[in-house]
C-alpha cells in the first residue's frame, strides 16, 4: 500500500497540472494558488510602480501633451486666437518651403556624419582591439570628445573656422582647397560642412566604444582558427569579424542616427541654422519655431513629423537586424 501510494504521488508530480485545477484536487490549495497568483502577477507590479509612474509622468504624458499641441493652435503672440484647429499645422507643414528644406539638410547632416563617425569609429575599435605602446594614453585621448560639452565643442570649432583667427582656412588654402582663406559657414553651399565636421570629431568615440566592446566579446579562437588555415586580414575581416558586428553596427547606427536628428546644438551655436536656413535642419528649425516665433502648435506639428519619419526609420533598421541574426 505505501508502495502503491508514492508511486500514485511521483505520477502526479510528473504530470503538467494546472495551478487551478491542483487547487480543486488537493485540499487547502487554494489559498496557496491565491499566495502564488499575488506573489508572480501583482507583487512584481508593485515593486515596479515607482518606475511606471516615472515613466509615464516624465516620458508618456509630454509626448501625449505635445502630441495634442499640433492639433492646436498655440502662438503666445496671437493669446486669443487658440483652439483646436485638427490637421491645420499639419497642411501647412506641407506647403511650408522651409520645412522641406531643412527636412534635405537633415538628411545630408545626418547621412554625412553617421558616415564619417562609423567609419572612423569602426577604425579605432579595431586599432584599440590590438596590443601597442601607449594604447591606454591613446584609448584616453579617443574618448576624450565625448566628455567635453556640446556648447564648448561648438565654440571650439567655430573658432577654429573663423578666418581670422582660426587655423583651418588658412590650411586648407594651403593645400589647394580654397582659393583664399574665407568664413566657409558664411558659405550657403558649404556651410553645412563646419557642424558636420565638429559633429563628427564629437561622435566618433560613441561608436569606438560600443564596436570595441563588441570587438572583445568575439571568441578568440576564431581568429587563431582563420589564422592557422591561412585566411588573409580581409577574409578574416569580412567573414568573422563583420557578421559578429553586424547586429551591434544595426543597433548602434540606428541610436545614433535618432540622435544626430534631433542634434542641433552645434548648429543652433556654429551657425544659428544660416545663412539663408542652408544650415537649419528639422529640429532647429522646431526650436526656432517654438521660441523665436513663439508658434508652439505648429513647432509641435514639425515635431510630430519628424517623430513620425524616425519611427518608420527605427522599424526598417530592427527589422534588417532580425534578419542578420536569423543569418
Do not use: C
Not at 491645420?88 to 545626418?110: H, M, V
Not at 562609423?118 to 591613446?138: R, S, V
Amino acid at each position: 500500500m505505501g508502495r502503491f501510494a508514492d508511486r500514485r504521488i511521483l505520477e502526479m508530480e510528473s504530470k503538467p497540472v494546472s495551478l487551478s485545477l491542483a487547487a480543486k484536487r488537493l485540499p487547502g490549495t487554494s489559498r496557496t494558488g491565491h499566495s502564488l497568483y499575488w506573489r508572480y502577477m501583482v507583487e512584481p507590479f508593485l515593486y515596479l510602480s515607482p518606475a511606471i509612474l516615472l515613466i509615464v509622468s516624465v516620458l508618456l504624458m509630454p509626448l501625449i501633451i505635445g502630441i495634442s499641441y499640433s492639433f492646436q493652435a498655440i502662438e503666445l503672440l496671437r493669446p486669443f486666437n487658440t483652439g483646436w484647429v485638427g490637421f491645420e499645422n499639419f497642411a501647412k507643414l506641407w506647403s511650408d518651403r522651409k520645412f522641406w528644406l531643412a527636412l534635405d539638410n537633415t538628411f545630408w547632416w545626418t547621412f554625412w556624419s553617421i558616415s564619417f563617425q562609423f567609419l572612423l569609429g569602426l577604425g579605432l575599435a579595431l586599432l584599440l582591439n590590438t596590443q601597442f605602446y601607449g594604447k591606454k594614453l591613446f584609448q584616453a585621448l579617443v574618448f576624450l570628445p565625448w566628455a567635453v560639452p556640446t556648447f564648448l565643442s561648438a565654440l571650439t570649432w567655430a573658432w577654429l573656422f573663423n578666418p581670422v583667427i582660426g587655423p583651418l582656412p588658412h590650411w586648407l588654402t594651403a593645400l589647394g582647397i580654397l582659393s583664399e582663406p574665407y568664413n566657409i559657414m558664411g558659405d550657403p553651399d558649404l556651410a553645412l560642412w563646419g557642424p558636420i565636421v565638429a559633429n563628427v570629431w564629437f561622435g566618433v568615440p560613441f561608436f569606438a566604444i560600443t564596436l570595441l566592446a563588441a570587438l572583445q566579446s568575439i571568441p578568440g579562437e576564431l581568429f587563431e582558427a582563420a589564422e592557422i588555415d591561412g585566411a588573409s586580414a580581409w577574409q578574416i575581416f569580412s567573414k568573422i569579424t563583420l557578421p559578429f558586428l553586424a547586429p551591434m553596427i544595426a543597433i548602434t547606427v540606428m541610436l545614433r542616427t535618432i540622435w544626430i536628428a534631433n542634434f542641433a546644438d552645434l548648429i543652433y551655436v556654429m551657425t544659428g541654422g544660416g545663412p539663408a536656413n542652408s544650415t537649419q535642419i528639422v529640429s532647429s528649425y522646431i526650436f526656432t519655431t517654438a521660441f523665436r516665433k513663439l508658434d508652439f502648435g505648429y513647432a509641435s506639428a514639425i515635431a510630430v513629423a519628424l517623430l513620425g519619419i524616425l519611427l518608420v526609420y527605427a522599424v526598417i533598421v530592427l527589422w534588417i537586424r532580425k534578419k542578420l541574426v536569423k543569418i
